[in-house]
């Protein structure tokens, strides 16, 4: 069944389960976050600047709010169930607001259970570069038992462009999301492991020598 909802376009992808923080500053979304806090706390994101019928994208769960000086506030954001949009509504706010219906993955498209342990092998040494790239302290959270959900922290971790965030979020088949995603983790883990060895040898002395001084005559 349909239902109302604030929009809040932005140039991200937002999966089911992802925490994003924003930075809430242009006036018509300093009212939008107002209204939500007044309310359900809950508005939907999208991909798309200007969303129309048939746009894709998530309702975000409003978890944590830092006001700031004129109006801004920094805010963090859980994504829930991905929404298609209807239509608009004229509802004379200064941000948008559609009617939506939410949907779930199609029962039974869950991956086979080897196509699942290579996903979550190749995720796991994935995300380990990633966190030597950012010098992330601490073990990285749990990957979920949940077949759909763990398709969404792989997609939500993945550096791709806007148009395979898009993809993914897309996709009503949990098992085509994963052989989607094993398509595109091999080259993505490529690149990240080059980084993190970069990244590795720099904190040492620069030259890729770790532990060692160099010594100079005179």
């Given amino acids: ?126 995300r380990d570069s990633l966190a030597l790239l950012a010098d992330s302290p601490g073990p990285p959270p749990n990957w979920s038992d949940d077949a759909e959900l763990f398709t969404y922290q792989v997609a939500a971790i993945a550096q791709l462009e806007l148009e395979g965030k898009e993809r993914l979020l897309a996709s009503r088949s949990t098992r085509e999301r994963t052989r989607t995603l094993l398509g595109m983790l091999p080259s993505l883990l490529q690149i990240a492991r080059g980084h993190a060895a970069v990244h590795v040898r720099s904190r040492s002395n620069g030259k890729g020598h770790p532990g060692h001084d160099i010594v100079t005559d005179g």
């Fill in 1 to 126: 069944m349909p239902s109302r909802l604030p929009l809040f376009p932005l140039q991200l992808v937002l999966f089911p389960g992802e925490p994003v923080p924003l930075h809430i500053f242009e006036p018509r979304y300093q009212q939008l976050l107002a209204d939500c806090l007044a309310g359900n706390q809950r508005f939907g994101i999208t991909s798309q600047p200007q969303p129309t019928a048939g746009t894709l994208g998530c309702i975000a769960e409003i978890r944590g709010t830092q006001p700031l000086p004129d109006g801004r506030s920094n805010i963090v954001v859980v994504g829930e169930r991905r929404f298609v949009v209807g239509g608009l509504l004229e509802e004379g706010t200064p941000y948008l607001v559609a009617s939506v219906e939410t949907f779930e993955d199609t029962p039974g498209t869950g991956p086979l259970p080897a196509e699942r342990d290579e996903l979550r092998a190749l995720a796991t040494e994935y």
